[in-house]
C-alpha cells in the first residue's frame, strides 16, 4: 500500500513538471514586443528606451524602424525626416514643420543628424515619456548596447526591424530596397545577431528581395487596411509565405489568425496600447503583440 501511495505520488509530481514546462513553453513563445523600444514610457527609437524596455521580464523583442544617412550609414528612426513633433535644434529652440520637412536623413550626414535632440520636447500623444537628452542613434551602436545588457541579464533579446520605404520616394527619402535590404542584411551580419532578427515592412519589394536573396532570413508583411478575407489574396501577390504576418490590430479576427496559421505565418498585431485589447488578441490565438507600452504586458494571462 505504501509503494503505490509512494507511485501515486511520483505521477503526481510528473504531471505537475509537464504543466510547469507548458506554461514556461507558452510564456517564452508568445513574442512581446516594445514598439519603437515602448515610446509610451522613453523617447522613441533610441538606445534609452531600447535598454529600459529590456527591464520587463515579459518582453521578447524590441522593434524599430530604420533610415539610411547621405554618408551611407543606419540609423534607427521612424520617419525619413526629422519630426516636429519631437525634435528640438541645437540652439534649444522646437523644430517647426516647415524647417522638418527639409530635414531628409537620407540627404543629411550622420554627423548632422546627430546635432538634433529627439528626446526633450514633451509628447503630446505620450505623457508618461521620460524627458532627456538624446539623439537618433546608428543601428549599429544600438546593437551593441541591447547585447551587452542582455549578455548581463543572460537573456536573449531579438529584434523586429522595419525598413522605411515605397516605390514612390526610391533614392529621395531612402535607397532602392535592394541596396537598403543589402546594408541592413549586412549590419546584422557583421553584428553576428541576424538569427536573432526579423525584417519588417509594408513594402513587399524588400521582402520579396530578401526572400529570393537571404531565403533563411525571417521576414514580416505589414499590413494596414486589409481583412482577414485578403490574407490569401496579399500572400499570393507578394509571392511567398513570410514568417510572421503583422495587421493593424483592429482587423484581427479569429478567422485572420486561423487563415495565417493554415499557411504557417505567424500572426504579431500593432500597435495595442490597452491591456483589454491585448488579452482580447491573445484569447483570438495571436503570437505576439506590439505594444508603445512594455509595462502592461505583466498584466496580460497567457493561454497554456
Known sequence: MKQLYLYALLFVLILSCVGTKKLQQSTDAFDFQAHRGGRGLMPENTIPAMLQAMDFPELKTLEMDVVVSKDGQLVVSHDPFFNAAITTKSNGEFLTSQEASKLILFQMDYDQIIKYDVGMKPHPDFPRQAKMAVTKPLLANLIDSVMQKAAQLKRTITFNIEI???KATDNINHPAPEPFADKLVGVLQKKRVLEYCVIQSFDPRPLQYIHRRYPTVK?????????GDKVNEQIQKLGFEPNVYSPVYGIVTKELVEACHSKNMKVVP?????????QKLVDLGVDGVISDYPDIFQKI????
Not at 521576414?219 to 481583412?227: E, Q
Open 164 to 166: 522605411k520605404s515605397k
Open 301 to 304: 494571462k497567457l493561454k497554456l
Open 270 to 278: 500593432w500597435t495595442v496600447n490597452s491591456p483589454d485589447e491585448i
Open 219 to 227: 521576414t514580416s508583411f505589414l499590413v494596414d487596411k486589409n481583412g
